[in-house]
Protein backbone atom coordinates (compact mmCIF):
# COMPACT_ATOMS: atom_id res chain seq x y z
CA UNK A 1 0.00 0.00 0.00
CA UNK A 2 1.24 3.56 -0.98
CA UNK A 3 0.48 6.26 1.70
CA UNK A 4 0.38 9.89 0.69
CA UNK A 5 -0.10 13.02 3.32
CA UNK A 6 -2.25 15.52 3.28
CA UNK A 7 -1.67 18.88 5.73
CA UNK A 8 -4.48 21.49 6.44
CA UNK A 9 -3.15 24.20 7.98
CA UNK A 10 -6.38 25.92 8.42
CA UNK A 11 -7.25 29.36 11.03
CA UNK A 12 -8.30 27.01 13.45
CA UNK A 13 -5.85 24.17 13.37
CA UNK A 14 -3.40 21.60 11.93
CA UNK A 15 -4.92 18.42 10.73
CA UNK A 16 -2.79 15.51 9.24
CA UNK A 17 -4.54 12.86 7.11
CA UNK A 18 -2.31 9.67 6.22
CA UNK A 19 -4.60 8.12 3.36
CA UNK A 20 -4.07 5.05 0.82
CA UNK A 21 -2.93 6.42 -2.99
CA UNK A 22 -5.47 3.75 -4.66
CA UNK A 23 -8.50 4.96 -2.73
CA UNK A 24 -8.04 7.62 -0.67
CA UNK A 25 -9.55 6.27 2.64
CA UNK A 26 -7.90 7.89 5.76
CA UNK A 27 -5.21 5.41 7.48
CA UNK A 28 -4.83 7.75 10.50
CA UNK A 29 -4.37 11.56 11.09
CA UNK A 30 -3.31 13.71 13.45
CA UNK A 31 -4.40 17.32 14.62
CA UNK A 32 -2.92 20.64 16.65
CA UNK A 33 -4.70 24.08 17.86
CA UNK A 34 -3.49 26.53 16.52
CA UNK A 35 -3.65 29.98 18.61
CA UNK A 36 -6.29 32.54 19.24
CA UNK A 37 -6.64 35.59 18.00
CA UNK A 38 -5.77 37.25 14.44
CA UNK A 39 -2.33 38.36 14.85
CA UNK A 40 0.09 35.28 15.20
CA UNK A 41 3.45 34.36 15.20
CA UNK A 42 3.71 32.15 11.88
CA UNK A 43 6.09 30.10 13.86
CA UNK A 44 3.17 28.70 16.04
CA UNK A 45 1.73 27.22 12.71
CA UNK A 46 5.19 25.05 11.97
CA UNK A 47 5.36 23.93 15.67
CA UNK A 48 1.48 23.11 15.34
CA UNK A 49 2.14 21.15 11.90
CA UNK A 50 4.89 19.16 13.41
CA UNK A 51 2.45 18.06 16.77
CA UNK A 52 0.17 17.55 14.27
CA UNK A 53 2.59 15.32 12.59
CA UNK A 54 3.51 13.44 14.96
CA UNK A 55 -0.32 12.85 17.08
CA UNK A 56 -0.82 11.35 13.18
CA UNK A 57 1.96 8.45 13.99
CA UNK A 58 4.64 10.50 11.93
CA UNK A 59 5.47 10.02 7.95
CA UNK A 60 8.09 7.97 7.74
CA UNK A 61 6.03 5.17 5.98
CA UNK A 62 4.58 8.05 3.52
CA UNK A 63 5.40 8.37 0.06
CA UNK A 64 4.66 12.41 -0.56
CA UNK A 65 3.16 14.70 1.30
CA UNK A 66 1.32 17.99 0.41
CA UNK A 67 0.65 21.46 2.70
CA UNK A 68 -3.10 23.34 1.73
CA UNK A 69 -4.09 25.92 4.28
CA UNK A 70 -5.97 29.66 5.20
CA UNK A 71 -5.71 31.69 2.03
CA UNK A 72 -4.16 35.54 2.33
CA UNK A 73 -2.60 35.69 5.32
CA UNK A 74 0.92 36.36 4.52
CA UNK A 75 4.72 35.52 6.30
CA UNK A 76 7.39 38.05 5.97
CA UNK A 77 10.94 36.97 5.28
CA UNK A 78 13.87 38.65 5.74
CA UNK A 79 16.85 37.62 3.39
CA UNK A 80 18.25 35.10 5.66
CA UNK A 81 14.80 33.13 5.74
CA UNK A 82 13.97 34.62 9.14
CA UNK A 83 10.13 35.67 10.13
CA UNK A 84 10.49 39.47 10.21
CA UNK A 85 6.99 39.88 12.02
CA UNK A 86 4.07 38.52 13.56
CA UNK A 87 1.48 38.01 10.80
CA UNK A 88 -2.03 39.47 10.44
CA UNK A 89 -4.56 36.63 9.53
CA UNK A 90 -6.81 36.95 6.58
CA UNK A 91 -9.89 37.91 9.21
CA UNK A 92 -8.26 40.46 11.19
CA UNK A 93 -10.17 43.14 10.14
CA UNK A 94 -7.38 45.89 11.13
CA UNK A 95 -6.63 46.49 7.51
CA UNK A 96 -9.88 47.59 6.45
CA UNK A 97 -8.49 51.40 6.21
CA UNK A 98 -5.45 50.42 4.44
CA UNK A 99 -8.24 48.40 1.41
CA UNK A 100 -10.03 51.75 1.42
CA UNK A 101 -7.38 53.42 0.81
CA UNK A 102 -5.94 51.38 -1.98
CA UNK A 103 -9.79 51.31 -3.51
CA UNK A 104 -9.34 54.95 -3.85
CA UNK A 105 -6.04 54.87 -5.09
CA UNK A 106 -6.19 53.06 -7.60
CA UNK A 107 -10.09 52.67 -7.84
CA UNK A 108 -11.93 49.42 -7.12
CA UNK A 109 -13.10 48.63 -10.48
CA UNK A 110 -9.01 49.26 -11.72
CA UNK A 111 -8.58 46.01 -8.93
CA UNK A 112 -11.15 43.91 -10.27
CA UNK A 113 -10.20 44.56 -13.66
CA UNK A 114 -6.61 43.67 -13.03
CA UNK A 115 -6.78 40.56 -10.55
CA UNK A 116 -10.33 39.93 -10.40
CA UNK A 117 -10.77 40.25 -7.00
CA UNK A 118 -12.96 43.41 -5.43
CA UNK A 119 -10.51 44.71 -3.25
CA UNK A 120 -11.39 43.72 0.07
CA UNK A 121 -9.45 43.34 3.97
CA UNK A 122 -8.72 39.68 3.63
CA UNK A 123 -6.52 39.83 0.15
CA UNK A 124 -3.03 39.73 1.08
CA UNK A 125 -2.33 42.97 -0.71
CA UNK A 126 -4.07 45.06 1.99
CA UNK A 127 -2.37 43.79 4.77
CA UNK A 128 1.34 44.47 2.72
CA UNK A 129 0.12 48.08 3.13
CA UNK A 130 -0.82 47.64 7.08
CA UNK A 131 2.27 46.41 7.69
CA UNK A 132 4.03 49.51 5.41
CA UNK A 133 1.96 52.20 8.23
CA UNK A 134 2.20 50.61 11.25
CA UNK A 135 5.68 49.02 11.65
CA UNK A 136 8.15 50.63 8.73
CA UNK A 137 11.65 48.59 10.17
CA UNK A 138 10.04 45.57 9.28
CA UNK A 139 9.16 46.52 5.81
CA UNK A 140 12.95 47.76 5.87
CA UNK A 141 13.96 44.08 7.02
CA UNK A 142 11.24 41.70 4.22
CA UNK A 143 12.74 40.55 1.84
CA UNK A 144 10.36 37.79 0.46
CA UNK A 145 6.83 38.01 1.16
CA UNK A 146 4.72 34.32 1.46
CA UNK A 147 1.38 32.88 2.46
CA UNK A 148 1.04 30.25 5.03
CA UNK A 149 1.18 27.08 2.61
CA UNK A 150 3.78 28.54 0.86
CA UNK A 151 5.81 28.88 4.20
CA UNK A 152 5.27 25.40 5.42
CA UNK A 153 6.02 23.75 2.13
CA UNK A 154 9.47 25.62 1.96
CA UNK A 155 9.75 24.62 5.51
CA UNK A 156 9.16 21.05 4.85
CA UNK A 157 11.98 21.56 2.38
CA UNK A 158 14.05 22.24 4.58
CA UNK A 159 14.64 26.10 4.39
CA UNK A 160 13.88 28.19 7.38
CA UNK A 161 16.05 30.10 9.60
CA UNK A 162 19.76 30.46 9.46
CA UNK A 163 19.23 28.36 6.21
CA UNK A 164 17.62 30.80 3.74
CA UNK A 165 16.49 29.71 0.11
CA UNK A 166 13.61 32.66 0.26
CA UNK A 167 14.34 32.17 -3.74
CA UNK A 168 13.14 28.70 -3.40
CA UNK A 169 9.63 29.27 -1.97
CA UNK A 170 6.79 28.10 -4.13
CA UNK A 171 3.43 28.56 -4.22
CA UNK A 172 0.30 27.56 -6.74
CA UNK A 173 -2.11 29.54 -8.89
CA UNK A 174 -5.16 29.50 -5.79
CA UNK A 175 -2.82 30.87 -3.47
CA UNK A 176 -1.23 33.81 -6.16
CA UNK A 177 -5.14 34.59 -6.83
CA UNK A 178 -5.70 35.40 -3.21
CA UNK A 179 -3.05 38.28 -3.58
CA UNK A 180 -4.87 40.83 -5.41
CA UNK A 181 -1.45 40.63 -7.19
CA UNK A 182 -1.85 38.37 -9.76
CA UNK A 183 -3.65 38.22 -12.96
CA UNK A 184 -6.14 35.69 -13.89
CA UNK A 185 -5.65 36.38 -17.65
CA UNK A 186 -1.97 36.29 -17.82
CA UNK A 187 -1.20 33.92 -14.91
CA UNK A 188 1.43 35.97 -13.34
CA UNK A 189 2.07 38.67 -10.56
CA UNK A 190 1.14 42.02 -11.05
CA UNK A 191 4.74 43.42 -9.79
CA UNK A 192 3.31 46.90 -9.84
CA UNK A 193 0.71 45.86 -7.45
CA UNK A 194 2.70 45.09 -4.92
CA UNK A 195 4.96 47.67 -5.03
CA UNK A 196 2.19 50.15 -5.17
CA UNK A 197 0.82 48.54 -1.73
CA UNK A 198 4.37 47.63 -0.01
CA UNK A 199 6.68 50.59 -1.17
CA UNK A 200 9.13 48.39 -2.36
CA UNK A 201 10.33 44.65 -4.12
CA UNK A 202 10.43 41.46 -2.81
CA UNK A 203 10.87 37.90 -3.54
CA UNK A 204 7.73 36.37 -4.39
CA UNK A 205 7.37 32.67 -4.53
CA UNK A 206 7.67 30.82 -7.97
CA UNK A 207 3.98 29.74 -8.77
CA UNK A 208 4.33 25.87 -9.95
CA UNK A 209 1.11 24.02 -12.22
CA UNK A 210 -1.32 22.01 -10.58
CA UNK A 211 1.31 19.03 -11.02
CA UNK A 212 4.28 19.96 -10.41
CA UNK A 213 6.58 18.97 -7.51
CA UNK A 214 7.64 22.03 -5.27
CA UNK A 215 10.52 19.59 -4.28
CA UNK A 216 11.34 16.95 -1.56
CA UNK A 217 11.62 16.79 2.16
CA UNK A 218 14.60 18.28 3.99
CA UNK A 219 16.80 16.69 6.96
CA UNK A 220 16.45 16.49 10.09
CA UNK A 221 12.82 17.41 10.66
CA UNK A 222 10.94 15.08 13.47
CA UNK A 223 8.58 12.59 12.15
CA UNK A 224 9.29 13.22 8.71
CA UNK A 225 11.72 11.67 6.41
CA UNK A 226 14.30 13.64 4.20
CA UNK A 227 13.50 13.09 0.35
CA UNK A 228 9.95 12.38 0.10
CA UNK A 229 7.88 14.03 -2.62
CA UNK A 230 6.36 17.55 -1.59
CA UNK A 231 3.26 18.21 -4.01
CA UNK A 232 2.78 21.97 -5.51
CA UNK A 233 -0.31 22.60 -2.36
CA UNK A 234 -3.09 25.33 -2.43
CA UNK A 235 -4.88 27.65 -0.71
CA UNK A 236 -7.76 25.67 1.39
CA UNK A 237 -10.87 26.35 -0.81
CA UNK A 238 -9.37 25.17 -3.96
CA UNK A 239 -8.05 21.86 -1.85
CA UNK A 240 -11.73 20.98 -0.92
CA UNK A 241 -13.09 21.69 -4.23
CA UNK A 242 -10.28 19.55 -5.69
CA UNK A 243 -11.36 16.83 -3.31
CA UNK A 244 -14.88 17.25 -3.96
CA UNK A 245 -14.56 16.35 -7.80
CA UNK A 246 -16.06 19.69 -8.21
CA UNK A 247 -17.76 20.37 -11.96
CA UNK A 248 -19.02 23.14 -13.72
CA UNK A 249 -22.84 23.91 -12.21
CA UNK A 250 -21.70 22.04 -8.85
CA UNK A 251 -21.29 25.00 -5.67
CA UNK A 252 -20.19 24.32 -2.23
CA UNK A 253 -21.27 26.14 0.70
CA UNK A 254 -18.73 25.80 3.29
CA UNK A 255 -19.69 26.72 6.72
CA UNK A 256 -16.72 26.28 9.10
CA UNK A 257 -15.19 29.71 10.69
CA UNK A 258 -16.06 31.76 7.85
CA UNK A 259 -18.51 30.73 5.54
CA UNK A 260 -17.73 30.41 1.33
CA UNK A 261 -20.11 30.03 -1.46
CA UNK A 262 -17.83 29.29 -4.78
CA UNK A 263 -18.00 27.22 -8.23
CA UNK A 264 -15.70 26.12 -11.01
CA UNK A 265 -15.33 28.60 -14.16
CA UNK A 266 -13.18 27.66 -17.01
CA UNK A 267 -12.65 31.60 -17.12
CA UNK A 268 -11.79 35.01 -14.92
CA UNK A 269 -14.47 36.31 -13.38
CA UNK A 270 -15.08 40.25 -12.98
CA UNK A 271 -17.75 41.00 -10.64
CA UNK A 272 -17.81 45.30 -10.92
CA UNK A 273 -20.35 44.89 -8.65
CA UNK A 274 -18.09 43.82 -6.19
CA UNK A 275 -19.01 40.37 -4.11
CA UNK A 276 -17.55 37.90 -6.25
CA UNK A 277 -13.68 37.25 -6.32
CA UNK A 278 -12.40 35.08 -8.81
CA UNK A 279 -9.71 32.99 -7.41
CA UNK A 280 -8.29 29.82 -9.53
CA UNK A 281 -8.39 26.74 -8.89
CA UNK A 282 -5.86 23.71 -8.28
CA UNK A 283 -6.69 22.26 -11.87
CA UNK A 284 -5.63 24.86 -13.96
CA UNK A 285 -9.58 26.45 -13.73
CA UNK A 286 -11.02 29.28 -12.31
CA UNK A 287 -13.02 29.35 -8.73
CA UNK A 288 -15.36 32.51 -8.36
CA UNK A 289 -15.54 32.67 -4.29
CA UNK A 290 -17.80 34.48 -2.55
CA UNK A 291 -16.81 34.55 1.57
CA UNK A 292 -18.38 35.62 4.88
CA UNK A 293 -16.65 36.49 8.18
CA UNK A 294 -19.60 34.61 10.00
CA UNK A 295 -20.53 31.04 9.37
CA UNK A 296 -20.27 28.00 11.86
CA UNK A 297 -19.33 29.63 14.94
CA UNK A 298 -22.64 31.78 14.87
CA UNK A 299 -24.31 28.07 15.90
CA UNK A 300 -21.60 28.53 19.23
CA UNK A 301 -23.04 31.34 20.02
CA UNK A 302 -26.33 30.74 19.83
CA UNK A 303 -25.52 27.22 21.76
CA UNK A 304 -23.72 28.97 24.38
CA UNK A 305 -26.41 31.61 25.01
CA UNK A 306 -29.42 28.97 25.62
CA UNK A 307 -26.63 26.74 27.48
CA UNK A 308 -27.29 24.07 25.12
CA UNK A 309 -25.22 21.56 22.74
CA UNK A 310 -25.40 21.95 19.08
CA UNK A 311 -27.86 19.38 18.74
CA UNK A 312 -30.00 20.72 21.25
CA UNK A 313 -29.75 24.14 19.71
CA UNK A 314 -30.87 22.48 16.14
CA UNK A 315 -33.86 20.52 18.02
CA UNK A 316 -35.21 23.69 19.25
CA UNK A 317 -34.58 25.40 16.13
CA UNK A 318 -36.68 22.70 14.44
CA UNK A 319 -39.47 23.79 16.98
CA UNK A 320 -39.96 27.17 15.48
CA UNK A 321 -41.67 28.09 12.39
CA UNK A 322 -39.99 29.53 8.89
CA UNK A 323 -39.26 33.18 10.44
CA UNK A 324 -39.21 32.32 13.69
CA UNK A 325 -42.35 34.49 14.23
CA UNK A 326 -40.16 37.37 13.14
CA UNK A 327 -37.49 37.30 15.17
CA UNK A 328 -34.48 37.87 13.14
CA UNK A 329 -30.92 37.67 13.87
CA UNK A 330 -28.10 39.77 11.35
CA UNK A 331 -25.09 37.62 12.86
CA UNK A 332 -22.45 40.32 12.32
CA UNK A 333 -20.49 39.46 15.62
CA UNK A 334 -16.60 40.07 14.01
CA UNK A 335 -18.03 42.58 11.20
CA UNK A 336 -18.66 41.02 7.64
CA UNK A 337 -16.77 40.95 4.48
CA UNK A 338 -19.63 40.59 2.21
CA UNK A 339 -21.80 42.76 2.41
CA UNK A 340 -18.41 45.27 3.64
CA UNK A 341 -18.86 46.05 7.30
CA UNK A 342 -16.07 45.49 9.24
CA UNK A 343 -17.17 47.71 12.64
CA UNK A 344 -20.84 45.92 12.28
CA UNK A 345 -22.18 43.80 15.06
CA UNK A 346 -24.73 41.29 15.91
CA UNK A 347 -28.18 42.29 16.10
CA UNK A 348 -31.14 40.96 16.92
CA UNK A 349 -34.70 42.58 15.18
CA UNK A 350 -38.20 42.53 16.29
CA UNK A 351 -37.95 40.81 19.50
CA UNK A 352 -41.41 41.29 21.12
CA UNK A 353 -43.16 39.43 24.48
CA UNK A 354 -44.68 37.13 22.35
CA UNK A 355 -41.90 36.26 19.74
CA UNK A 356 -38.59 35.87 21.90
CA UNK A 357 -38.63 32.16 22.78
CA UNK A 358 -35.57 29.53 22.91
CA UNK A 359 -37.21 28.10 20.25
CA UNK A 360 -37.69 31.39 17.83
CA UNK A 361 -34.04 32.49 19.20
CA UNK A 362 -32.79 29.30 17.97
CA UNK A 363 -34.35 29.41 14.54
CA UNK A 364 -33.39 33.20 14.12
CA UNK A 365 -29.55 32.22 14.78
CA UNK A 366 -29.53 29.35 12.28
CA UNK A 367 -31.86 31.36 9.67
CA UNK A 368 -29.80 34.58 10.12
CA UNK A 369 -26.84 32.34 9.16
CA UNK A 370 -27.61 30.65 6.48
CA UNK A 371 -29.74 34.02 5.07
CA UNK A 372 -26.50 35.57 4.81
CA UNK A 373 -24.77 33.12 3.10
CA UNK A 374 -27.90 32.62 0.11
CA UNK A 375 -26.78 36.18 -0.22
CA UNK A 376 -23.28 34.71 -1.46
CA UNK A 377 -24.92 32.10 -3.94
CA UNK A 378 -27.42 35.24 -5.82
CA UNK A 379 -23.80 37.01 -6.15
CA UNK A 380 -22.92 33.99 -8.34
CA UNK A 381 -25.62 34.28 -10.04
CA UNK A 382 -25.57 37.82 -11.03
CA UNK A 383 -22.23 37.34 -12.76
CA UNK A 384 -24.10 34.41 -14.95
CA UNK A 385 -22.17 31.77 -12.85
CA UNK A 386 -24.74 28.85 -13.60
CA UNK A 387 -25.27 26.88 -10.28
CA UNK A 388 -27.51 23.63 -10.42
CA UNK A 389 -26.66 21.84 -7.45
CA UNK A 390 -25.28 22.86 -3.96
CA UNK A 391 -22.79 20.90 -1.99
CA UNK A 392 -22.85 21.48 1.60
CA UNK A 393 -19.75 21.31 3.45
CA UNK A 394 -17.83 22.42 7.18
CA UNK A 395 -18.70 22.18 10.52
CA UNK A 396 -22.04 23.45 10.65
CA UNK A 397 -23.48 20.56 7.73
CA UNK A 398 -24.03 17.89 10.09
CA UNK A 399 -26.72 20.31 11.82
CA UNK A 400 -30.11 18.75 11.50
CA UNK A 401 -31.67 22.30 11.43
CA UNK A 402 -28.95 24.04 8.90
CA UNK A 403 -30.11 20.81 6.38
CA UNK A 404 -33.62 21.24 6.95
CA UNK A 405 -33.58 25.12 6.82
CA UNK A 406 -31.61 25.33 3.99
CA UNK A 407 -33.55 23.90 1.44
CA UNK A 408 -35.99 25.96 2.25
CA UNK A 409 -33.80 29.42 0.71
CA UNK A 410 -32.17 27.42 -2.41
CA UNK A 411 -33.55 26.52 -5.77
CA UNK A 412 -31.36 23.89 -6.28
CA UNK A 413 -30.58 20.00 -4.99
CA UNK A 414 -28.69 20.38 -1.80
CA UNK A 415 -25.53 17.43 -1.33
CA UNK A 416 -23.93 16.89 1.72
CA UNK A 417 -20.80 14.63 0.90
CA UNK A 418 -19.62 12.04 3.70
CA UNK A 419 -18.01 13.61 6.49
CA UNK A 420 -14.38 14.31 5.89
CA UNK A 421 -11.31 16.22 5.96
CA UNK A 422 -11.95 17.70 2.49
CA UNK A 423 -9.27 19.85 2.48
CA UNK A 424 -6.38 17.59 3.80
CA UNK A 425 -8.24 15.17 1.21
CA UNK A 426 -7.40 17.57 -1.30
CA UNK A 427 -3.49 17.91 0.03
CA UNK A 428 -3.46 14.03 -0.43
CA UNK A 429 -4.51 14.30 -3.64
CA UNK A 430 -2.11 16.74 -4.74
CA UNK A 431 0.77 14.92 -3.09
CA UNK A 432 -0.31 11.99 -5.24
CA UNK A 433 0.20 13.59 -8.13
CA UNK A 434 3.69 14.24 -7.16
CA UNK A 435 4.38 11.11 -7.30
CA UNK A 436 2.46 9.75 -10.41
CA UNK A 437 1.77 12.64 -12.34
CA UNK A 438 -1.87 12.87 -12.14
CA UNK A 439 -4.53 13.11 -9.61
CA UNK A 440 -5.49 9.68 -7.96
CA UNK A 441 -9.20 9.25 -8.67
CA UNK A 442 -10.80 9.45 -5.11
CA UNK A 443 -14.85 8.77 -4.87
CA UNK A 444 -17.05 11.04 -2.51
CA UNK A 445 -20.38 9.70 -1.71
CA UNK A 446 -23.12 12.33 -0.77
CA UNK A 447 -26.75 12.63 0.44
CA UNK A 448 -29.26 14.73 -1.39
CA UNK A 449 -31.61 16.35 1.43
CA UNK A 450 -35.10 16.25 0.61
CA UNK A 451 -36.64 19.03 -1.33
CA UNK A 452 -38.69 21.69 1.08
CA UNK A 453 -41.17 24.42 -0.48
CA UNK A 454 -39.18 27.69 -0.37
CA UNK A 455 -40.09 30.09 2.28
CA UNK A 456 -39.08 33.79 1.20
CA UNK A 457 -39.98 35.35 4.38
CA UNK A 458 -36.79 34.62 5.63
CA UNK A 459 -34.75 35.99 3.22
CA UNK A 460 -36.83 38.92 2.86
CA UNK A 461 -36.74 39.76 7.36
CA UNK A 462 -33.20 39.57 6.68
CA UNK A 463 -33.35 42.16 3.95
CA UNK A 464 -35.51 44.26 5.93
CA UNK A 465 -32.99 43.83 8.34
CA UNK A 466 -30.20 45.31 6.81
CA UNK A 467 -31.89 47.84 5.82
CA UNK A 468 -33.33 49.00 8.91
CA UNK A 469 -29.60 49.88 10.00
CA UNK A 470 -28.86 50.87 7.02
CA UNK A 471 -26.38 48.60 5.59
CA UNK A 472 -26.55 47.63 1.49
CA UNK A 473 -29.39 45.18 1.04
CA UNK A 474 -27.96 44.24 -2.21
Known amino acids: MTLVAGIDSSTQACKVTVRDLSTGASIREGKASHPPGTIVDPNAWWGALLTAVD ?26 GQVVCDSPLWNDTGSHAQMVDLNSELGRDEWIRRTGLPLTLSDTVTKLRWLQE ?10 AVAVVHDWLTWRLMGFGPGVGGIDRLTTDRSEASGTAYWSGETGDYCLDLFEHAFGKSAVLPTILDPLEQAGVTGAGIPGVPAGIAIGVGSGDNAAAALALGLGEGDAVLSMGTSGVVYTRASAPVHDYAGYVCSYADATGDHLPLVATLNAARNLDIGGTVLGVTHEELSELALQSPPGAEGLTLLPYFVGERTPDLPAARGSLHHASLTNFTRPNFARAVIEGTLASQVVMLDALRACDVTVRRLLLIGGAAQSAAVQTILPQLVDVPVLVPVLDEYVAKGAGMQAGAALTGSFPSWSVTSTELPGAALEPRIGEQHTAAKALLGYSTG
Open 55 to 80: RAGGLDDVAAVSVSGQQHTPVFLDAH
Open 134 to 143: VDADAVRRTA
